[in-house]
């Protein structure tokens, strides 16, 4: 896959692509089977296939002060694109002056001049130009006036569950990791860099590293049973989303406990694979009830995950 990191700065030829268009949050089996669509149709006609996606997402351009809760980041969502059977990868600056485009100049520059398309492949919910003014409908209308046509992809469905970023945001938000790697169709998973603490977790037998992530969206506060990747090695781990009841913080901390790990990794990157919810968190009356519910957890988490390792 070639990766073309701003349309603007490439042409390509006149009605030579099929080209998806979407944010695309997730690259869920909805998005992939969209994907696979418009491979399907270049290849037919011998053309190249496209995604055109956009950075940073434009609800963060149009509304700076809300969190928008992203499944993955936007080099996530890179790997994840680019590992999908599609010939180009153009991303769109999603600037001002990108999103002041009508529909009608989004539709001639971006589309037809820029990226060439001859099909534009869209879910039946999209909505394109300033103030999210045009339309499917007026999508097909702005290609027979530019050159192109549209495929609207049906909706995809999971055991009779339509799958969308949305709803694999709020199973998440429910701590409902067995149900969100279903709709992903790949682990649910998280990565961030290893920052210092308070050091409690040390002081009381099971020290944690302390984790700060581009992603806004985590898991349900609670405990997990995790995989933990670092430096291409895989380790069992438990992880605690939340605030620490039994110290009264009040502040969300991320923070996992590596099972048979004692390297410094302050200053190094993570990968978190959440396999299951162990439990919410709980307050304690002491260090000693704290360090035998901990105990608990790293037991129920290596019982889990050397079941997965077996399977």
Known sequence: MQIYSNFRNHYFPPQSQVVAIGNFDGVHLGHRSLFALAGRQAAAAGLQSAVLTFHPHPLKLLFPD???FLITSFARKVDLISSSPIDNLV???FDHQFADLTADAFADRVLARHLGAAVVVVGSNYCFGRNREGTV????????????????????????????????????MQGEIERAARFLGRECAISGR??????????????????????ELYPKEGVYAVWVEHNDQRFM?????????????????????????AEDIYGDDLKIIFVKRLRSEKS????EELRALIAGDVAAARNILAFTLAT
Do not use: Q, W
């Not at 290893?194 to 992603?215: D, Q, Y």
């Not at 304690?284 to 260090?287: E, P, Q």
């Open 66 to 68: 809300r969190r928008i």
């Open 194 to 215: 290893v920052v210092h603490g308070k050091g409690r977790g040390r002081g009381i037998g099971f020290p944690t590293a302390n984790l700060v992530s581009e992603v």
């Open 237 to 261: 781990g438990v992880m605690n989303i939340g605030r620490n009841p039994t110290f009264a913080d009040t502040g969300l901390t991320v923070e996992v406990h590596i099972l048979d790990f």
């Open 91 to 93: 991303i769109a600056p």
């Open 137 to 172: 409908s007026r999508l097909s209308e702005l290609g027979e006036k530019y050159g192109f046509t549209v495929t609207v992809a049906p909706p995809f469905r999971l055991d009779g569950e339509l799958v969308s970023s949305t709803k694999i945001r709020e199973t998440i």
């Open 284 to 287: 304690c009356s002491g260090i």
